[in-house]
């Protein structure tokens, strides 16, 4: 698909073309006025006090350039004081980056076209993992390899380092980048500190208000041989996500077609229940009203008893609660067949590029539905550190630590009420991105809607998902002399991962409401489509299920009659249920040096990592008729050699190559050797998982060349290249449910029969691709400027990626693979800051693009892809030092409020269409 807000891009790269244009000036200014030659690099990142975004980026320019790889970083401006308020949001700034959002808020990265699962986090030296829940439109609850940011305050973070490249002494598992985060420590700094900060946030879509407090203390005792710690930060969140959601395109033959007494103009029958048309499954609006608390705790204890020997106890604590209150009106009797789509009648509509893009329809069943939920993650981590210098020369180190991400959705509750052969419905997505719906009767009338036994819903999921990481490590560093240093160590870690939930046995036996009850137990949703440009006539407020008195009427959570709870011997629970242990060993040896060649020093490393993998995983599946839980118990091993060159061409260019060899393991998801049947509402699925997928190993090279023409200052050009064996993709296809091998038994009490179209999904090693691309990158205070015009900068970068694979279309490749990009790749992405920083005040906005990306190939319901159309997000900050040791700021996020837009198929049909407002926080920080 071919993205049509390409302007935007333009955009953005005109304003980095205009700071280029300032930076060659300043080149040439430079030439008539020399600036004092740029510092050389060193073995040691020189320590630096940062107090100042300006600084921050010096800081962070210190650490690329004295690595031998290829490396960015981000500072922190002061002890707890983060650039932006949420760690992938920074993370983006840097090149290469490029993130998803959650609520309006970013969840989760992307680096160099590799997603999430292909990135690994360590926090303090030890990597981990965090879940969160969300909606389906936003990734659902995070089953993966993915770390979802949004579960920390930023402010408990003194630095972030992310490693495009591989070395020996680093973990393997990252195909894209390893993403390195440190909290604060009492000697960074060594002297006493205390740290207050308060403020508020606004989000003008939910127009609540909501505080946002943090403290932070540190001091070292006994001369500085110990050193202590504590950050502790809250805040809470407010907002409001609404807009279109249409789940997906299908043709007008699926679900047995539309009633054949249907007319479009210049359309048979025929045609338009044809696999060649396609229309929307389940028009609908949706409102989510979401809260959020969340809480972080970090502390660190150090020893230093002598200059020789440093230990460091770190300990990160973080808590995300949240509840999301959803209101949806939809069309939903076009996606299910029997008594649903096959009695619709089409009375007029339009086509466009072989699309239903407008009907007026009879006998449509509709649906209104709330649901309620409870997501709350917990996150703890320990860390215990030791190094100690035996001579100058022999260093050694040790580490353990244990980390738990355990993610709970206690309550996780959908009621619907139904309107069957409602007459007069209208959809049009010809009145702009946001389709207008015309109802034909008052939605907000209790009488005008019912509750069907056999058809309406009461769906109570809870579900749990825990991630576990223990980790143990032992390293040493032996310089045999000035130019050549040895390093090698062990390690191992162990991961387990566990996720289990519950159902109950029949989501749609419930108790039939009379009028009089039904309407005791709902209430009208009203003010959807504030800031979304909605067509006129378009519904705004309906009634729903208030959850809270329905199950006051009827005990829905008793666990008791019709709402018992059921769990592996419910074939939809069973999907809930996983179960992974991975047990890796590794070692490592690797060699640092420095030489001198055609007149120029040199610098780098050489290495190579083994690591034997042992892994265990179960699931439930139907066999022989029966549940039974299947294990599965494999291993391997992996060789990973590395090399890193850097050359210092002069005081100021550094040239870098790289090759390595990288590892990822597959999806923690899709290892399970279960299969689960789904029915919910008219969405039929079938999936299983595949224990022996086999890593994806990637072949890697890179090139950068790099300026530092002043402090401060950078221009980096990067080209890299990736040759990956193979890559996880998911095959889908549709098939009677008879002819999975399955009992029909499965189906009882799901109200789907037999003969009903599943889509079927499995998880298989498909054939790999190659992956390549290059960033510019641009950090550039404006000291050549006269005046006032000096305390401004610019920080810019541009990354190209493009890698395209095949993905199967069936499982014995008797049809046509589909080439297309890599899931999760945007193959162009920029970000431009401009700031101004003065002693007293600073001012800086962001830009921040991300083209079109794929989520899904092939796409469900006979689409060939699913994605999300391209974004544009524009921040600002702007802060006010009111005395030396007290600083009000005011900080915007997504100024623009920026939609979710995501679409299937070639000709961009509407899947989802949302916003979550503006977010506008007002602080004071006073340092003691």
Do not use: C
């Amino acid at each position: 698909m071919t993205s049509n807000r390409n302007p935007r891009l333009r955009a953005v790269l005109g304003a980095s073309a205009s700071a280029f244009t300032l930076l060659a000036a300043g080149a040439a200014m430079a030439q008539e006025a020399p600036a004092p030659a740029a510092e050389p690099a060193s073995d040691e990142v020189e320590a630096i006090v940062v107090t100042g975004f300006r600084a921050s980026l010096q800081s962070a320019i210190n650490v690329k350039r004295n690595e031998s790889g290829v490396v960015d970083a981000i500072k922190a401006e002061d002890i707890a004081q983060f650039p932006d308020l949420n760690l992938a949001e920074s993370l983006q700034r840097i090149p290469g980056v490029s993130i998803s959002r959650i609520n309006g808020e970013g969840r989760q990265i992307t680096v160099r076209g590799l997603g999430s699962e292909y990135t690994r986090v360590r926090i303090n030296g030890m990597e981990a993992i965090s879940t969160t829940g969300g909606t389906a439109n936003s990734g659902g609850t995070n089953r993966g390899r993915g770390f979802d940011f949004n579960v920390f305050a930023s402010d408990l973070f003194n630095s972030i380092v992310v490693r495009k490249t591989a070395s020996a002494d680093v973990e393997e598992g990252s195909l894209g980048a390893t993403v390195d985060l440190t909290t604060a420590r009492a000697f960074d700094s060594g002297k006493p500190q205390l740290v207050l900060s308060a403020g508020a946030s606004y989000n003008d879509l939910a127009q609540k208000a909501t505080p946002r407090v943090s403290v932070l203390g540190s001091r070292t005792f006994f001369d500085g041989k110990l050193g202590a710690l504590l950050s502790v930060a809250y805040e809470e969140r407010r907002l409001k996500e609404e807009g279109a959601n249409i789940t997906r395109w299908a043709t007008g033959a699926s679900n047995g077609g539309f009633n054949g007494a249907s007319t479009v103009p210049g359309l048979t029958i025929g045609r338009i229940n044809s696999n060649d048309l396609f229309a929307p499954r389940i028009p609908a609006y949706v409102s989510y009203d979401i809260e959020n608390k969340r809480l972080g705790v970090a502390g660190s204890l150090q020893y230093k008893p002598s200059s020789d020997t440093q230990i460091t106890l770190d300990g990160l604590y973080a808590y995300l609660a949240g509840t999301r209150k959803e209101a949806q009106l939809q069309a939903l009797g076009l996606s299910r067949g029997n008594a649903g789509k096959p009695q619709t009648i089409i009375r007029d509509g339009a086509v466009e590029n072989g699309n239903l893009v407008y009907a007026r329809m009879d006998n449509v069943d509709l649906r209104t539905q709330a649901a309620y939920d409870e997501l709350n993650t917990e996150f703890k981590q320990f860390t215990l550190s030791a190094t100690h210098d035996f001579s100058g020369s022999l260093r050694i180190g040790a580490l353990a630590g244990y980390a738990d991400s355990t993610f709970t959705q206690p309550i996780s509750t959908i009621v619907t009420f139904d309107r069957a052969n409602s007459q007069n419905f209208v959809y049009d997505f010809r009145k702009g991105r946001a389709p207008q719906i015309l109802l034909g009767f008052d939605a907000t009338d209790p009488a005008n809607w019912s509750t069907i036994n056999g058809t309406s819903e009461v769906r109570i999921r809870p579900q749990f998902v825990e991630n576990q990481f223990s980790t143990a490590k032992i390293y040493g560093e032996w310089d045999l002399n000035d130019n050549l240093r040895l390093k090698a160590g062990i390690d191992w870690r162990k991961f387990e991962y566990d996720s289990y939930g519950a159902y109950r046995a029949s989501e749609t036996t419930i108790q039939t409401l009379t009028p009089a009850q039904l309407a005791s137990v709902s209430r009208v949703h009203s003010g959807l489509g504030r800031n979304m440009d909605l067509p006129e006539g378009n519904f705004t407020a309906w009634l729903v299920p208030d959850i809270d008195k329905y199950a006051a009427l009827l005990n829905i959570y008793s666990n008791q009659g019709i709402y018992a709870m059921t769990n592996t011997n419910n074939t939809s629970a069973r999907g809930q249920y996983g179960a992974v242990e991975e047990q890796s060993t590794g070692a490592y040896i690797q060699a640092e040096f420095k030489f001198d060649a055609f007149g120029l020093p040199f610098r780098g490393d050489a290495g190579v990592r083994r690591v034997h993998t042992e892994q265990e995983s179960a699931g439930y599946a139907t066999v022989a008729g029966a549940i039974q839980r299947l294990e599965v118990e494999r291993d391997y091993n992996l060789t990973l050699p590395s090399f890193n060159l850097a050359a210092d061409l002069s005081d100021s260019v550094v040239a870098r190559v790289s090759a390595a060899q990288t590892v990822s393991r597959p999806g923690i998801g899709s290892l399970s050797p279960g299969g689960d049947v789904q029915v919910q509402g008219a969405n039929r699925n079938y999936s299983s998982g595949n224990p022996f997928l086999k890593p994806t190993k990637s072949d890697n090279l890179d090139f950068s060349l790099e300026w530092y023409r002043e402090k401060g200052a950078v221009v980096a050009v990067g080209l890299f290249y990736k040759r990956i064996d193979t890559f996880v993709a998911t095959l889908r296809r549709l098939a009677p449910f008879n002819t999975l091998g399955l009992p029909e038994s499965v189906l009882d009490g799901t109200g789907a029969s037999a003969t009903e179209i599943f889509q079927v999904s499995q998880p298989l090693n498909s054939d790999g691709g190659d992956l390549k691309g290059f960033e510019i990158n641009v950090q550039q205070p404006f000291t050549f400027l006269p005046g006032h015009w000096s305390n401004m900068g610019v920080v810019a970068n541009y990354t190209y990626v493009d890698s395209k694979i095949d993905y199967p279309t069936s499982p014995t490749g008797d049809t046509p693979p589909i080439n297309e990009t890599l899931l999760g790749l945007s193959k162009h992405a920029a970000n431009l800051t401009l700031y101004y920083e003065t002693p007293k005040w600073s001012v800086r906005g962001s830009l921040a693009y991300r083209d079109q990306y794929l989520a899904q190939v092939p796409a469900s319901d006979a689409n060939i892809v699913q994605g999300t159309n391209e974004t544009l997000n524009i921040d600002m900050q702007a802060s006010w030092n009111i005395r030396d040791n007290l600083k009000l700021s005011v900080e915007g996020v997504n100024l623009t409020d920026e939609f979710n837009d995501q679409y299937v198929g070639y000709s961009d049909r509407l899947n989802v269409y949302t916003h979550s407002g503006r977010q506008f926080i007002v602080g004071l920080r006073y340092n003691f």
